[in-house]
């Protein structure tokens, strides 16, 4: 079976850093962080597959970094120069499929885990 389970949220400062957390059990391929505001939809923030590659957001502009440290199996979204748009629901997801054939085929992710707040002041 596969488990996430987020970390790492809370409340900071615009030009603040956070780095956010998912511990994952179980096997995937595609590891990925979206994130959902109030009255907004969700949207996919960053992803990374087991090869390592990556994607990101447009809104992110290279502010943001998504990592998988294999030993711990833990996802990493390391968040710099937040601002307050960045404010949201963050969650993990993973799939066993890979990101590319996600895409084509406008899946959604087939694991969530349950989300953490993230809240950037001006």
């Known amino acids: 079976t596969v488990e996430l389970v987020e970390s790492g949220g809370g409340s900071v400062q615009a030009g603040g850093d956070l780095r956010l957390s998912c511990d994952i059990s179980?096997?995937?391929?595609?590891r990925l962080w979206f994130r959902q505001a109030p009255g907004k939809e969700r949207e996919e923030v960053a992803g990374?597959?087991?090869?390592?590659?990556?994607r990101y957001a447009d809104f992110v502009e290279g502010r943001f970094s998504i990592s998988f440290d294999a030993a711990e199996r833990t996802l990493y979204l390391q968040m710099n120069s937040l601002k307050p748009e960045d404010t949201a629901t963050y969650y993990c997801?993973?799939?066993?499929?890979?990101?590319?054939?996600?895409?084509?085929?406008?899946?959604?992710?087939?694991?969530w885990g349950q989300g953490t707040q993230v809240t950037v002041s001006s």
């Open positions: 997801a993973a799939d066993p499929r890979t990101m590319t054939d996600m895409m084509a085929r406008d899946l959604t992710p087939a694991h």
């Open positions: 179980g096997y995937t391929y595609s």
């Open positions: 990374i597959d087991i090869p390592g590659r990556t």
